[in-house]
């Protein structure tokens, strides 16, 4: 099976700042898709953003941005000027291509937001 | 946007009894559903995964006769939580498979089951 790994349990950010979060995986697969959930309070999970595999340049979506780097089996997330709202539980997730495949989620990284 | 159903978002029962979760898709046919289930601040672990008309499939380790799930539809997954005890107690929470990868999963609210 996969394994995704997310390095850091908790982390925080000044409101308006910039936070990373890691993300590492491992997998044997060519073709897979790799994603971004935010889980707040509330427990619903929110897709964030996604990456395919095969496509080289780096998924962006408004103030979110990964740095995908296939080699290294790396997909961190770059949030830019941090909001109040950000703040919550977020999973990085692997899942293999095609369809009616699992995810394989990463432990988590609870992100706080300091105003 | 597809949306998935969750219900009840929350219940309590009695040790012994047992609790029926639904799970609907609204707006498109899911012929696959997956459960997920999460402790306290801990990631999201599968169940089991659903297919219309057929079986479901069982991760390991994960009671088949305890946690069972239908799926006799293309927009209803149900998972039945039998003669529930205080270990069940969790959060539970399904997900969808669309039409297309690039969109991933499309998720439940999830229901928090507590048992008494």
């Known amino acids: 099976a996969q394994t995704v790994t997310q390095s850091q349990p908790e982390m925080s950010v000044q409101e308006a700042e910039t936070v990373t979060l890691s993300c590492t995986y491992d997998?044997?697969?060519?073709?897979?898709?790799l994603f971004w959930y935010k889980q707040p309070p509330s427990r619903q999970m929110i897709l964030v953003i996604r990456q395919e595999a095969y496509k080289q340049q780096n998924a962006t979506e408004n103030r979110f941005s990964v740095n995908f780097q296939k080699a290294a089996k790396s997909f961190s997330l770059k949030i830019s000027d941090s909001q109040l709202g950000d703040a919550a539980m977020y999973f990085c997730?692997?899942?293999?291509?095609?369809?009616?495949?699992?995810?394989?989620f990463g432990t988590g990284t609870s992100l706080t937001v300091i105003p | 946007g597809a949306v998935v159903s969750q219900h009840p978002s929350r219940v309590i029962c009695k040790s012994g009894t047992s609790v029926k979760i639904e799970c609907r898709s609204l707006d498109f046919q899911a012929t696959t559903m997956f459960w997920y289930r999460q402790f306290p601040k801990q990631s999201l672990m599968l169940m089991a995964t659903?297919?219309?008309?057929?079986?479901?499939?069982?991760e390991q380790g994960v009671e088949k006769d305890k946690f069972l799930i239908n799926h006799a539809s293309l927009t209803l997954s149900t998972l039945t939580v039998t003669s529930a005890h205080p270990e069940d107690s969790s959060f539970y929470i399904c997900s969808a498979v669309l039409g297309t990868v690039l969109y991933g999963y499309t998720f439940g609210s999830g229901t928090r089951l507590t048992v008494v």
């Open positions: 997998t044997s697969e060519s073709d897979y898709y």
């Open positions: 659903s297919n219309e008309g057929s079986k479901a499939t069982y």
């Open positions: 997730a692997y899942r293999s291509g095609g369809t009616g495949n699992q995810f394989y």
